[in-house]
């Protein structure tokens, strides 16, 4: 099926609506056929529709008189699909990174706080690392510690991450 891509198909939907055009692009694993559709405005611009392959009910070739196969329709587990994109979102939002199970809230709170603007992972014993640098229980600035001696980090970066947890620390003893 290699061959036809640029050739010019009539395709058929489920819903009984035909469209013309020249093939794009054809992914059967997606089930995503591209066509550039017949009376597109310019060759700067041309106009495309993308067709979800399950929805298509017959894929014709008019040069060669000959009809593509198109996969049918699939079964689609929509709460599956549903929690993957739930897992996606709180991954996007940092909400699964910073709830680590078992974890001091103090931890937590840090590790919020920190993965906005760093990128920020959790070690060993609840522990925070950050750019090599660890960051250990009862989370202070005398707890920012190098964690791999072998890899040193600048100290201007050891002192602004132990300014940040400093900060970060005051700030939730505070606010409990």
Request: net charge positive.
């Amino acid at each position: 099926m290699a061959d036809i891509e640029g050739r010019k198909v009539v395709v058929t939907t489920r819903a009984d609506e035909t469209i013309t055009g020249y093939v794009y692009d054809w992914n059967e694993a997606q089930n995503m056929l591209i066509l550039r559709v017949q009376g597109a405005k310019t060759e700067l611009r041309p106009d495309f529709r993308i067709i979800n392959t399950a929805f298509i009910k017959e894929c014709q070739c008019p040069d060669k008189s000959q009809t593509l196969k198109m996969k049918g329709p699939s079964y689609v587990d929509v709460a599956a699909r549903q929690e993957e994109l739930k897992r996606a979102v709180q991954k996007a939002h940092g909400l699964l990174r910073s709830d680590r199970e078992g974890a001091p809230e103090i931890a937590k709170h840090i590790y919020r706080e920190l993965s906005k603007t760093l990128e920020c992972k959790w070690g060993p014993d609840h522990s925070i690392l950050v750019r090599n640098v660890k960051i250990a229980s009862p989370y202070t600035k005398e707890s920012c510690t190098l964690a791999d001696s072998a890899r040193p980090v600048p100290k201007k970066t050891l002192s602004y991450i132990q300014e940040r947890v400093a900060v970060m620390a005051e700030s939730f003893a505070a606010a409990n």
